[in-house]
């Protein structure tokens, strides 16, 4: 009978049990930076929010005085820390209802993100 | 027959093994290290997070109001009190008229929201105890939208004085440690102003 000398790893079996193990790190750090990510955009919703809500507010409100936005319609502001772009767009949803749209535009990372928020005003002319 | 010695490990060997064990342990060490970094920042609030909260909180509290003859809306630069349709706690599910009063104390920095509801304050049993809803606040104003025909314009006051709810309010917040460029700023319409 033939004793077969096997005791110990063989270097193939450390390489293979290694790559196994970096798959499964790769994995542990996709999900890491996804949650990155998700936290990066949720601290950057929080920091604009305010401002696009009140913006939205401005435009609807000039909306309902004047039939039209107000200028700026546009420009840029810091806040938390980050800069941010903001425009506003008028629509018309129907004969006198109008559509405000604010945009929020920031950069996380390598990505551009964009927050829009709509809100609907209407005006009756007072001279009609 | 040449015996081969083969008991013990080359230098070869042991390079190679040391290798792979650093390089997995740094991996290791790595991913373990940067799991711990997510969770110290996931875990500390975001700036403003509050404030984003307390904002829609009142919103709400503005939209559920009503004009009433016997239960008016009162405001100055740091109190707004006025009646909102909201679940009664004696009721069980129904709802019923209450009250709600928001205010300001610049001295503890803190804004406190109160609410009341009616058929509890027929019975004496007003439960009116304030609740912290904001800290930190360094100043706070709150202001009043509404048309003035004498201007023939829209205009803020920084008291309300009339009965029925204005067509706009106002919040000027700045927080402890911001400086005055960093005042937040909300308005909120009301809904049923104007009718």
Redesign the interface.
Known sequence: MMKKKARGFTLLEVLAATAVLSVGTLYMYQSYFSVLRAFDYCSGYIASSNFLQEKLWEGVDSVRREGGLGSPVSGDFTAGGRQFVWNMALGKASDRVYEVTVAVDWKSGKQEIELSRTAYASYENPTE | MRIRRNNGITLI?LL??SV?IS??GL??YS?FA??LK?WK??NTA????D??LF?ARFSQDLRATVPLKSNVFLGSEDTMEFPVVAGSRRMGLASSVGRVAYVFHPEAGTLTRSEQDYSAIFVGTGDKDPREVLRGVAELRMSYYCFDPEAGG?VWLDKWPYLRPPL?VRMEVRRAGKSEEDI??????IPVAGS
């Open positions: 060997e190679i093994v792979i390089v997995v991996a290791i991913s940067g799991g997510v920042r996931v975001i700036e403003g997070e404030l984003v904002f829209f706009a937040v700023r909300r308005s909120f319409f």
